[in-house]
């Protein structure tokens, strides 16, 4: 008799921040990960809700020295603050690592402007993925799943071309494969990566997805799935177009048209990588499960 073996493959979710925005979300999140329990997966958690815009002001004030940016950052350590105070007891290790991130930005705003501004916003605006995807990891690993936090900024290494850093493939590809573990989920930040220095850069605004594409490059895995606020890909945009169709399934390239005609599908450079390998990609909406969504490949 012949027995067969079912071989886990590896699949890759992104978690955007219009979707993890407050404790709600998390403990969301945290259901719908318990459903992959027995997958193998590895996960790219954006800033929650509108904290890269808030911490592009504290930059802002900061550079201009208008007296606002401690208030300001003050506002962003609140909130992560606040969502956090939902989800863990006071004695819980997840506020020292918070402050711990905290501090980074902390000592910057302490001193005076010594550096040109994309230095500057790649080491105070890669803040908002850090605090976000620590809450997490935390929030999931209390909740029993496998999950290792892992510092992208060690993972992805770039040149030093702030605001818009150029990825190294192959320390990335090697990076990433010394991280993974066979019996742990990866969960990372997207849009951010370091030097081999140890700044901290961005990979371009919307560069999560490019993240979320290049680990599932690096990984191997079977697919990629974007986790939105939006049930999958339209022919245009429902808000402004009538009438508009759901795409059950389109091409790379007709998805990269519908890009090119200003949809916010999905990072151009991420659907070149994914078309490239040959990896599909599936848009599925957080607030429905079941619903699969828009297949790409």
């Known amino acids: 008799m012949q027995i067969e073996i079912a071989i886990k493959r590896m ?17 969301k999140l ?6 992959y329990e027995q997958e193998d997966l590895a996960i790219v958690v954006s800033a929650m809700g509108k904290t890269t815009n808030a911490l592009e002001g504290v930059l802002d004030s900061y550079l201009s020295s208008d007296g606002l940016a ?16 939902d989800l863990f007891a006071e004695d819980d290790a997840i506020w020292v690592d918070l402050s711990d991130l905290l501090v980074e930005v902390e000592w910057i705003l302490e001193d005076d402007v010594h550096d040109e501004r994309p230095y ?32 992208a900024r060690g993972l992805l290494i770039t040149d030093d071309q702030f605001t818009q850093a150029a990825v190294d493939l192959a320390a990335s590809a090697r990076r990433v494969a010394d991280a993974r573990a066979e019996r742990e989920w990866l969960l990372t930040q997207g849009f951010i990566g370091g030097t081999i220095d140890n700044n901290s850069t961005t990979l371009g605004r919307e560069g999560s997805d490019y993240s979320a594409a ?3 490059y690096f990984l191997d895995a079977d697919a990629l799935t974007l986790w939105k606020d939006v049930d999958g890909i339209y022919t245009g945009d429902p808000k402004l177009a009538d009438p508009v169709e759901r795409l059950e399934q389109l091409s790379y390239d007709e998805a990269l048209a519908i890009i090119d005609a200003g949809a916010k599908v999905i990072h151009r450079k991420a659907l070149h990588l994914l078309k490239e390998q040959k990896i599909p990609l599936r848009v599925r909406p957080f607030a429905d499960w079941g619903d699969e969504g828009s297949l790409i490949g």
């Open 214 to 216: 290049l680990l599932t």
């Open 30 to 35: 945290g259901e719908l990960l318990k459903s």
């Open 11 to 27: 699949q890759v979710f992104k978690f955007g921040g219009s979707i993890l925005k407050d404790a709600g979300s998390i403990k």
């Open 70 to 85: 401690t208030e300001k950052f003050a506002a962003v350590k609140a909130y992560h603050q606040t969502v956090a105070a």
């Open 120 to 151: 500057l916003y790649d080491q105070i605006v890669c803040l908002g993925e850090l605090l976000s995807s620590c809450i997490v990891a935390a929030y999931l690993n209390a909740e029993g799943l496998p999950v290792k936090w892992h510092d």
